[in-house]
């Protein structure tokens, strides 16, 4: 585990990208919008924002978590797996905006909120996540150096699809409509993912993340099984994480799927360029702020990764109004129509195999 001084791999590039981005030359396109930001105070922490939302998620947790004892051993208890989904997802959304230095500039105290949001509270290794966030953010939608458009179960341009065989070429055939489905399974995925990541960790951070990992899973089995028989306990758990694996993917979903995939081979782009570009946001009022996590501004979140969440909607005029000056397009869209933009996208991949 790094010593208190030091940063975190996901504080040292998200921090370091905004540094770099400042003294860049005086024609930079991006100098006059961090200029224009920093000087309202945009980009300073909101730490008493994010301690009253942390102590309003944890009380609702521990309402959810009463509420279950009380239903006790019936098969009403699956009702409640809904609103633990939704809570999770919150848990999620607040480790995230730790591992991006939002919500304090104290490091050690930022690390330590994330490793108990999500290695804790969730059972998914803050390490691995850091390791494949940063390469999202340094390179978004590039196709050679971010994992999140890599080939996997799912694939994001035709020539990956093209040399897809057997299964996974049928996988790719029909990905567009079976991608919510597949969705369902996010979070055991996330869970096993952090595990397997613990190989890769030096040994004093492996030995952390695998206690608090393994602690989640005793906790949340005890819970489980304390408060219903084997049988429901099971079915609760497959139900709650579909549940929170289809919230989590309808959050991230919209966000650059369907958007610009710069062209390895091609001209090297700035930094206002790379994020603005491969970025879409949602519209929306405080119900869609609040479901999707501030990730709705997903323009403004990449401009400026450390940004605090309820900082993002006061950034927003300022980046679309810098965006027109420039000419650069700015996609924003409501909701139902960035998962079809998104999804239409995912069933062009796959064409050459239909």
């Known amino acids: 585990m790094p010593q208190a001084a030091t940063a975190t791999p996901t504080q040292r590039t998200y921090e370091g990208t905004e540094e770099k ?3 860049q030359p005086s024609g930079s396109d991006f100098a006059p919008l961090l200029k224009a930001v920093r000087g309202q105070g945009l980009l300073e922490s909101r730490t008493g924002w994010y301690a009253t939302g942390i102590t309003v998620n944890l009380l609702a947790l521990g309402a959810v978590v009463t509420a279950m004892a009380l239903v006790g051993d019936t098969w009403w208890n699956l009702l409640l797996t809904l609103p633990l989904a939704v809570l999770w997802a919150r848990t999620a959304f607040f480790g995230h905006d730790a591992g991006h230095a939002q919500m304090t500039a104290d490091r050690r105290a930022g690390r330590i909120l994330a490793l108990l ?17 940063v390469r999202h953010h340094a390179n978004p939608n590039h196709v050679d150096k971010d994992p999140d458009v890599g080939v996997g179960a799912l694939v994001w341009t035709q020539r990956q699809a093209v040399r897809r065989e057997g299964f996974a070429r049928w996988l790719t055939r029909n990905q567009a409509r079976l991608f919510f489905p597949m969705l369902l399974l996010e979070g055991f995925a996330l869970k096993i993912y952090g595990f397997q990541f613990l190989r890769r960790q030096p040994g004093r951070e492996r030995a952390l993340s695998g206690l608090l990992l393994t602690t989640h899973l005793g906790l949340y089995g005890t819970l489980l099984l304390t408060v219903m028989s084997p049988g429901k306990a099971l079915t609760f758990a497959l139900v709650h994480h579909a ?11 919209p966000n650059h799927k369907g958007m610009e995939m710069p062209d390895p081979d091609g001209d090297r782009w700035g930094h206002l360029q790379r994020q603005v570009l491969t970025s879409r946001n949602v519209r929306g009022a405080v119900l869609t702020d609040w479901l999707l996590g501030g990730l709705n501004y997903q323009i403004e979140h990449h401009l400026f990764p450390s940004m605090p969440r309820p900082h993002l909607r006061l950034a927003q005029p300022l980046v679309k109004a810098h965006c027109a000056s420039l000419g650069m397009p700015y996609a924003e869209t409501g909701i139902v129509e960035s998962y079809r933009q998104a999804l239409r996208h995912m069933h062009e991949v796959g064409e050459p195999l239909r």
């Open 21 to 23: 981005a400042g003294p």
């Open 117 to 133: 949001h999500a290695d804790l509270l969730l059972g998914m290794n803050e390490a691995w996540w850091n390791d494949k966030h």
């Open 243 to 253: 549940l929170f694996g289809l919230h989590l993917g309808m959050a991230f979903a």
